[in-house]
């Protein structure tokens, strides 16, 4: 997008009473995928999320050290909306309630600033409910209240926060060694992909800024990364999982497998650990940063529905969609992302491609509809110009043929480009789809293919751009040690 392509200013948002109410909710990537290629002039479209902006999670991690600035990686969505055709509307609310059977949502302004009205309901003849998940924490106590997670820019810039906020009490005066090691204790819990690569991530800050600017605690810093199951990227092959497990050894990350956490205070983690004959411990671990990366959770919205639709009552991981990702047991609900139950894994590819059918599916139904509609008026004219019967039947015909051509849309499929993930010192892992095959790889090269990867997948030419001069940056000056 152009920096000063301006909308013009008449191009207000006018519900047209002849077309349809499509209401998104959400922007993530599910929504902002269909948004950026569905024909907005179609319908009236309605966006409703409580974030005004959408997040390019892969290079979250990045963030939470100061790698990448969480601006480079904010895309508002009030200029993804200003280029499209015709104007769509945003609130900034949450959706709070979705009513099937009225047809309407409840939304919540829960922002800071509200004005006097900041409840209301608004009302949908179609409805893509892209709201995505929330953190997993399994009832497990004590991790709601003392555990950072990784999931929005809010959560990144804690974690900054805090990692600095325990450096510096760390070296505050007198502090004992037993209080030194735990302050500078980082415990990671999950093994997925997000827990990883914050581990990576947080280890590189430590190596290459923090112990430069604060010398004095060099040698007591520690990153461990705590999995329930017997290895960690259960999603990649056996030879990445080990080529990451070894680089964590070099870079002095402790990975404890086989630990599930049952108990989290605020200053230590409680977990069992299986040993090789199958026999259980307990073990203590004091900490100083704990950030929780154990995978997805269904939002309260989202299970609300479910409840009220008889054909989701099996559904346990959120809403089961058809092919078509309709949810099932409605006709004008559909679903994408992390909150769908599609039979994929929830990630972002995923999500964007569902965003991208459902925009093929609904520029597909509008036209097809526009030429029902041109058949019905065809028809009618048929009796009103006898004279003309040949060749108005002669076009009904063309309309018909186009109709069933456009009709034929086949069902969603998803293609899997491959996995990636960094794992730190500038290494990544790749399980790559490619010529037909599959390929596996890791090392320095495969870290260049996983940053100039992310960067084309970057939203927009300015998000590409600040993420260069960001990585620049932080190479050339270190990453900034000030606590905001
Ligand atoms: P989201 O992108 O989470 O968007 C949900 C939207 O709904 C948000 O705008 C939110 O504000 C809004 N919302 C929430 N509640 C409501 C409500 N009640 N009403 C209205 N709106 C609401 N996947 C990959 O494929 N590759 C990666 O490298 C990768 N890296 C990741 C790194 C991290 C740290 C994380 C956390 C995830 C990563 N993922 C990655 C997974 C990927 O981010 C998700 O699968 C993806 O975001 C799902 O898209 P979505 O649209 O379903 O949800
Ligand atoms: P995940 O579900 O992939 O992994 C969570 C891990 O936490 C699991 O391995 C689980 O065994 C472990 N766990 C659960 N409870 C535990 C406990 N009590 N103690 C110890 N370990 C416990 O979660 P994620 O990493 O947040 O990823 C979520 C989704 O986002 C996935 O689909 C993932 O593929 C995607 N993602 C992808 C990338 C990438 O491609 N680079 C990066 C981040 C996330």
């Known amino acids: 997008y152009g920096v000063y392509d301006q909308k013009h200013p008449d191009d207000q948002f006018e519900p047209d009473p002849t077309k349809k109410n499509l209401v998104i909710l959400g922007t993530g990537w599910g929504a902002v995928s269909l948004l950026k290629k569905l024909d907005t002039e179609n319908y009236n479209v309605i966006v409703i999320s409580p974030r005004n902006y959408f997040l390019f999670t892969p290079l979250l991690p990045s963030c939470t050290t100061g790698t990448v600035e969480h601006r480079s990686i904010m895309e508002p969505i009030r200029s993804i909306l200003r280029h499209k055709k015709a104007a769509v509307k945003y609130y900034e609310a949450e959706a709070t309630k979705i009513d099937p059977e009225r047809k309407v949502i409840a939304i919540d302004d829960n922002s800071d600033i509200k004005g006097a009205s900041n409840k209301t309901e608004v009302s949908y003849d179609m409805l893509v409910v892209s709201v995505g998940a929330e953190n997993a924490t399994f009832g ?51 093994g997925g992909p997000t827990g990883v690569e914050f581990a990576g991530e947080l280890q590189d800050f430590f190596d290459e800024d923090i112990k430069k600017w604060v010398p004095e605690i060099s040698d007591k810093f520690k990153v461990t990364l705590i999995e329930a199951l017997p290895n960690v990227l259960p999603m990649f092959s056996k030879q990445l999982i080990d080529y990451t497990e070894a680089t964590f050894k070099e870079e002095k990350i402790t990975i404890m497998t086989k630990t599930a956490v049952k108990k989290v205070t605020d200053k230590t983690v409680e977990a069992e650990a299986t040993g090789p004959d199958g026999k259980k411990t307990i073990q203590i671990m004091p900490y100083g940063l704990l950030v929780w990366a154990t995978g997805n959770a269904v939002r309260p919205i989202v299970r609300d529905l479910m409840s009220q639709i008889p054909a989701q009552k099996d559904s346990r991981r959120g809403l089961a969609v058809n092919e078509y990702l309709v949810v099932q047991g409605t006709k004008d609900i559909w679903a994408t992302g992390d909150c769908a139950v599609a039979g994929y894994a929830p990630t972002a590819q995923v999500a964007s491609q569902e965003g991208a059918f459902l925009a093929r599916l609904f520029n597909t139904m509008a036209k097809s509809e526009a030429i029902e509609h041109q058949i019905h008026d065809l028809s009618s004219s048929l009796n009103l110009q006898p004279g003309n019967t040949a060749d108005i039947a002669k076009e009904i015909e063309a ?86």
């Open 140 to 190: 497990i106590p004590g991790v709601k209240e003392h555990s950072c997670f990784l999931k929005e820019i809010g959560d990144a810039q804690q974690i900054r926060k805090k990692i600095m906020d325990c450096v510096e009490t760390a070296t505050f005066k007198d502090q004992s060694p037993e209080e030194v090691a735990r302050l500078l204790h980082m415990v990671v819990v999950g």
């Open 399 to 484: 309309h018909e043929k186009q109709l069933r051509r456009i009709k034929d849309i086949k069902p969603f499929h998803y293609t899997h480009q491959g996995s990636l993930a960094y794992i730190g010192s500038e290494r990544a892992v790749a399980d790559v789809s490619w010529l037909n095959g599959n390929f596996a790889t890791g090392g320095g090269l495969t870290y260049l293919f996983w940053r100039s990867a992310y960067l084309s997948m970057c939203f927009s030419t300015r998000n590409r751009v600040l993420v260069v001069l960001d990585w620049l940056k932080s190479k050339a000056f270190g990453r900034d040690v000030s606590r905001e």
